[in-house]
């Protein structure tokens, strides 16, 4: 673990996060998937300094009637969806309940990846070993939603990678990735934004442009690797 306890704003903590990743760097199987909003400053840093590729995973809960907060399952990017069923018959949700929610969900993630990805096609994931990233982790439940969203895709191995968390929710999210990487765990916690001296809203503009930045970084290393066999990063 880290000794930075402060964090200038995502794109620093991106490139110390992307350090403590450095056996992943250049893997043409890896890839970034961030967080909408804020994880995406943190998780472009990341991708870029590792030279590995970057996507966003939208993921939405799936709350129980009246309580929202206790997910029954989540939808994600790419019609990636899962459903504790186990939980549902706990709870006696019925199934029309269910099936209207998940579709309703669906909706806003495939409008997100609309807006997001602008036509292009969204990164293969399958097989492929995923660097979750976000600027934090509070609670761990939407994380802890795309962690389960991510292995129902057939994901290879799954990385949790953040630059601050809570203990509880490192110790909640630990035993269900491949591995965990957090750079400080402050005790108290608080809020992930005192962490930062800089935590101003990433808007989806800002989204929109890093993820067509690092699309266009990735094509223009793949030119220069089949130039002269060596691919370039570009901040």
Do not use: N
């Not at 760097?25 to 840093?45: F, I, W």
């Not at 293969?124 to 795309?146: F, H, N, S, Y």
């Amino acid at each position: 673990m880290s000794k930075v306890s402060r964090f200038k704003d995502r794109v620093h903590a991106g490139k110390l996060l992307a350090h403590a990743l450095d056996a992943y760097a250049g893997r043409a199987d890896v890839v970034v998937l961030a967080l909408p909003r804020g994880g995406v400053p943190v998780g472009y840093a990341v991708a870029r300094e590792l030279d590995v590729d970057l996507d966003v995973l939208v993921v939405r809960k799936l709350g129980a009637p009246g309580q929202e907060e206790l997910a029954i399952g989540a939808v994600a990017s790419g019609g990636i969806r899962v459903i504790h069923h186990d939980m549902v018959a706990e709870l006696g949700v019925s199934p029309d309940y269910v099936e209207a929610l998940a579709a309703r969900k669906m909706a806003e993630v495939a409008q997100r990846d609309e807006l997001f990805h602008g036509g292009r096609p969204p990164v293969a994931l399958e097989g492929r070993v995923a660097i979750l990233v976000d600027d934090g982790i509070a609670t761990g439940a939407t994380m802890e939603a795309a962690v389960k969203a991510l292995y129902h895709a057939g994901l290879a191995r799954v990385v949790v990678a953040v630059p601050v968390a809570s203990a509880e929710a490192v110790h909640t999210l630990r035993p269900q990735v491949d591995q965990l990487v957090c750079l400080t765990v402050p005790e108290p916690f608080f809020a992930i934004g005192i962490w930062y001296d800089d935590f101003e809203q990433t808007s989806d503009a800002e989204v929109i442009a890093l993820l067509q930045r690092a699309d266009a970084a990735r094509r223009a290393d793949a030119r220069l690797s089949q130039g002269d066999g060596h691919a370039h990063p570009t901040p």
